[in-house]
C-alpha cells in the first residue's frame, strides 16, 4: 500500500500541536481532544506513521489543524512574515546602494551582537578589533568571480555529500560510526568499512544514500533535493529575473520539479498549489512544517547573484521562501542569502558575513536569539563537541530534528568555530547532528565562497565528485559544477 509521506492529517497533527506551542499558540485543548480520541503522536523521523489512520481520525486531523490555524499567537508582533513588517523591526538593515553606514552615522551591527566578531582562535583575518563591520551594498557590487561561485557549488555539494550517510542518526550514532573508523574529529567522508557489524545494526546509515555517499560508493554527486533547489532557483531567474514573484517560482516548481522529489513544507505547498490554493496561502494551509529547513536550503542563488547587496539578496530569498515557510522558516533563508551575498564579495571574514546576515532576521524573534547564542557558544569553547552539546541541551527536547532553528544556530556556530576554513566548517556543521546534509550543504557554500577557488578546496573532498551532478530538474542532469559557476555568474551580472 502506498503510504505517502509529510500530506496525511493525522501525520500533521502531532506536528503542528508542536509548532503552535514555539509559535506563541496555545494548543492544549486541542491537543487533549486528539488524544482522547486516540491520535498518535507524530512520527519521529518518518513522514508517515506506520499504519493509516481511520477514517473518524482522519477528518478529525483536518478539523483541528484548522482549529489550530485560527489560534491567537503571543509572538506576532516580534516575528511578521510580510518583508515591510520585517524590514521595519530590523534597525540596521542593510543600506541601499550608494549610501554608507557613516554617512547614516549608523553601525551595521544588529542590536546585542557588538562583541560577536573576531575569531575566537588567531585564524583568519580581523579578531574582534579587526573584523570589519558589516557591509553594505557599494555604489557598483561586482559580481562574484566564476572560480568563486565553483567552488560554492562544490562546496554545497561536499557538505550535502558529506552528511547524506548519516541524516536522521542520533548525535551518539554519528560519533560512534565516525571513531569506529578514526575519522573523528571527522575529516572527511565516512565509510563503512571497518565499522563493526553490531553498531552498523543500531546505528544504520541512511538507507537511501549509503550505495551513493560513503566513501567507497562515490561516484559523482548524487542527486539530493539541497542541489535540486538551487538548481530551481537558477531557473526562476534565467526565466523571470531578479523580479520574480513568489508565484513565478510556484510556476517553475510546477513545471520542472517532480512532486516526489518534494519532502515536508515544499510536499504540502505543492500539494496546496493543485488544491487550487495561492502562494502565500500554500505556506499556511495544514502546512506544520512551515518553520523546518526548506526554504534555507533554497537562499544560496539569491546570495551568489547579489554580492554585496545583502539586502536584495535577502528580499529575494523572502519571495522565494513564502511559498512554503513562514516567520522563522523565512527568516532562516533571508539570513543565509545575506551572509552569501557578504561572503560572494571576498572582501569580508566569516564573521562579518554572520553579523551582516542577523541584520535582516527581526532580532526578537527565535531565529536571531538562537543564532545569537549559538555564536557566543562557539567564542566561548574551544572544544566543538562541548558546543554541539549545548546546542542539543537548549534545542533538542523541543524542536524536530529538521526545524530551522536549530539547525541555522548550528550552521552559525560552525561557521564561527571554524573560522570560515573549509574542512572545519562542513565537518562541523555536519558532526552536529540534525538535518546533516543541509548544514554541511551551507556550510560549505558559504566557507566555498570564502575559499575563492576549486583549487584551494582539499582534492580529498572536490575529486570524488568528477565534477557532475545528477538530478532529475530536466536540463541539469549530469552538469558539471563549472557550467553551473558560468549559468550563475551571467545571472549575477544580468541587470
Known amino acids: 500500500m ?3 509521506t ?3 492529517p493525522e501525520d500533521l497533527i502531532g506536528h503542528e500541536l508542536r509548532q503552535a506551542a514555539q509559535d506563541g499558540r496555545e494548543p ?13 503522536e507524530a512520527p519521529l523521523t518518518a513522514g508517515a506513521s506506520p499504519t493509516p489512520a481511520s477514517s473518524y481520525l482522519r477528518l478529525l486531523a483536518s478539523d483541528l489543524l484548522d482549529e489550530l490555524a485560527d489560534l491567537p499567537s503571543t509572538l506576532t508582533d516580534d516575528e511578521p512574515n510580510g518583508l515591510a513588517a520585517i524590514r521595519s523591526l530590523c534597525p540596521d538593515w542593510p543600506y541601499a546602494a550608494g549610501s554608507t553606514a557613516a554617512d547614516r552615522g549608523q553601525s551595521c551591527l544588529p542590536q546585542g551582537v557588538e562583541g560577536l566578531g573576531g575569531t575566537p582562535r588567531g585564524e583568519g583575518e580581523g579578531g574582534r578589533e ?5 557591509p553594505g551594498r557599494a555604489t557598483a557590487p561586482r559580481a562574484s568571480h566564476p572560480a568563486a561561485l565553483e ?3 562544490l562546496g554545497r555539494a561536499v557538505g550535502c555529500l558529506l552528511g547524506k550517510p548519516v541524516e536522521k542518526l542520533p548525535l551518539t550514532g554519528i560519533r560512534r560510526l565516525a ?11 565516512f565509510t563503512a568499512r571497518g565499522v563493526p557489524e553490531d553498531l552498523v545494526t543500531r546505528y544504520p546509515w541512511n538507507r537511501r544514500s549509503a550505495t551513493t555517499s560513503l566513501a567507497e560508493n562515490i561516484d559523482g554527486m548524487p542527486e539530493d533535493d539541497d542541489l535540486n533547489y538551487p538548481l530551481l532557483a537558477l531557473l526562476v531567474l534565467r526565466r523571470h529575473g531578479r523580479a520574480f514573484t513568489t508565484t513565478d517560482v510556484a510556476r517553475v516548481w510546477l513545471d520542472e520539479l517532480p512532486a516526489g522529489r518534494t519532502f515536508t513544507a515544499e510536499r504540502v505547498a505543492y500539494r496546496n498549489l493543485l488544491s487550487g490554493l495561492e502562494p502565500p496561502r500554500t505556506a499556511h494551509h495544514h502546512n506544520p512544517f512551515r518553520e523546518w529547513i526548506g526554504a534555507l536550503i533554497r537562499a544560496d542563488v539569491h546570495g551568489w547573484t547579489n554580492p554585496g547587496d545583502p539586502a536584495a539578496a535577502a528580499e529575494q530569498a523572502h519571495r522565494d521562501a513564502t511559498l512554503t515557510h513562514t516567520a522563522n522558516g523565512v527568516y532562516a533563508a533571508m539570513f543565509t542569502a545575506a551572509v552569501i551575498a557578504v561572503a560572494a564579495t571576498g572582501d569580508h571574514d566569516v ?3 554572520l553579523r551582516t546576515g542577523l541584520t535582516v532576521v527581526p532580532p526578537r524573534s527565535r531565529l536571531a536569539r538562537a543564532v545569537r547564542h549559538a555564536i557566543r557558544l562557539a567564542h566561548e569553547h574551544a572544544d566543538f563537541d562541548t558546543v554541539v552539546d549545548l546546542l542539543h541541551d537548549t534545542h533538542a527536547g523541543t524542536h524536530h530534528w529538521v526545524h530551522a532553528v536549530p539547525n541555522t544556530a548550528l550552521i552559525a556556530a560552525a561557521l564561527t568555530h571554524a573560522g570560515g576554513d573549509f574542512t572545519g566548517s562542513v565537518c562541523r556543521a555536519v558532526s552536529g547532528g540534525w538535518d546533516t546534509d543541509s548544514n554541511g550543504a551551507t556550510a560549505g557554500s558559504v566557507a566555498g565562497l570564502l575559499a575563492g577557488s576549486p583549487r584551494a578546496l582539499p582534492g580529498r573532498w572536490t575529486a570524488p565528485l568528477k565534477n557532475r551532478l545528477a538530478t532529475s530538474v530536466a536540463g541539469f542532469d549530469g552538469s558539471g559544477f563549472d557550467t553551473l559557476a558560468r549559468l550563475t555568474h551571467l545571472e549575477a551580472t544580468r541587470p
Open 28 to 40: 492544549s485543548a486541542v491537543a487533549a481532544r486528539w488524544r482522547a480520541a486516540g491520535g498518535a
Open 151 to 153: 567552488a560554492a557549488w
Open 130 to 134: 579587526g573584523t570589519p563591520r558589516a
Open 2 to 4: 502506498l503510504r505517502l
Open 179 to 189: 571513531r569506529a573508523t578514526g575519522n573523528w574529529p571527522l575529516g572527511t567522508y
Open 6 to 8: 509529510w500530506v496525511q
Open 351 to 353: 564573521h562579518a558575513c
